[in-house]
């Protein structure tokens, strides 16, 4: 399962609707819980999509970007817990591509969050998480927090 407050969700919608019809993409931080089956995210951070070439369809996260929010979130005792990106006037499932980079990562672990955020026509339309197990993507609840202010 993936919590997340409505703050982060907010975030991660302002800034997928606001990259489209791009794909933006970017870090989940927070801590695992229950023996790493829930994963209760703090922050959402933005990281630089460097697939110019196809990037309405595509993302190559920033390297710079990956370490930088990890050792932020690592210094205030968070760790990556997801990954999340925006699927252009695309359902909020995983690709080919998608599975394919995830499973050069997990192999036969068990693997962070994958959320995917469909955005149509400019707007966010669907939410969706998923993790990787046995080399398939599996969906996973996505619970999501009030507001807080």
């Known amino acids: 399962m993936l919590i ?22 970017g870090l989940l931080l927070g801590r695992f819980e229950d023996r ?3 994963r209760q995210v703090s922050e959402a951070h933005a990281a630089g999509n460097l697939n110019q070439d196809r990037s309405g369809d ?9 370490l930088r929010i ?4 690592r210094a205030r005792g968070l760790e990556v817990v997801g ?13 080919e591509t998608d ?8 192999q036969a672990a068990e693997s962070w969050s994958y959320l995917i955020l ?5 707007r966010l339309v669907s939410l969706r998480s998923w993790v ?18």
Request: aromatic share 8%; proline share 7%.
């Open 4 to 25: 997340l407050d409505g703050n982060t969700e907010r975030s991660m919608k302002e800034q997928a609707e606001g990259g489209y019809p791009r794909e933006v993409c």
């Open 36 to 38: 790493r089956q829930v």
């Open 58 to 66: 595509r993302y190559d996260m920033d390297p710079t970007d990956y």
């Open 70 to 73: 990890e050792n932020a979130g």
């Open 83 to 95: 990954v999340y990106h925006s699927h252009p006037d695309h359902p909020s499932r995983p690709s």
């Open 99 to 106: 599975r394919q980079r995830a499973e050069e990562i997990w």
């Open 118 to 122: 469909e955005v149509a026509s400019g």
């Open 132 to 149: 990787l197990r046995e080399g398939a993507f599996r969906e996973e609840e996505v619970r999501i927090l009030p507001i807080s202010h």
